[in-house]
Nanobody, 115 residues
Framework: QVQLVESGGGLGQPGGSLRLSCAAS????????MGWYRQASGQQRESVAL???????TYADSVKGRFTISRDNAKNSVYLQMNSLRPEDTALYYC?????????WGQGTQVTVSS
């Protein structure tokens, strides 16, 4: 079992930056993949960025070049640095973790991009 706790959401301005953090309740070395999903109002949840245990990353086309995912296995944490924010980045962002048995989700942190 893994509990995931997100932090760092809030209000950001267009063109600005926000950084999301997610702490896992057990060693990240036992977690194969970690990442971030988001769900905007009235839309389906979508993958934003994923990172494997060895640091390989994938990004949604809509965030490539603007968002950076990173992982600190010593701190059992994953981060999402979001730069050049756009209003369409507004969504509830969920931390995600996957081990050999199943997937886990955090409760979500709201990101709102507005001037």
């Amino acid at each position: 079992q893994v509990q995931l706790v997100e932090s760092g959401g809030g209000l950001g301005q267009p063109g600005g930056s926000l950084r999301l953090s997610c702490a896992a309740s057990r060693s990240a070395l036992s977690i194969r993949n970690m990442g971030w999903y988001r769900q905007a109002s009235g839309q389906q949840r979508e993958s934003v960025a994923l990172i494997t245990r060895d640091g390989s990353t994938t990004y949604a086309d809509s965030v490539k070049g603007r968002f950076t995912i990173s992982r600190d296995n010593a701190k059992n944490s994953v981060y999402l640095q979001m730069n050049s924010l756009r209003p369409e980045d507004t969504a509830l962002y969920y931390c995600y973790a996957q081990d050999i048995l199943r997937s886990y989700w955090g409760q979500g942190t709201q990101v709102t991009v507005s001037s």
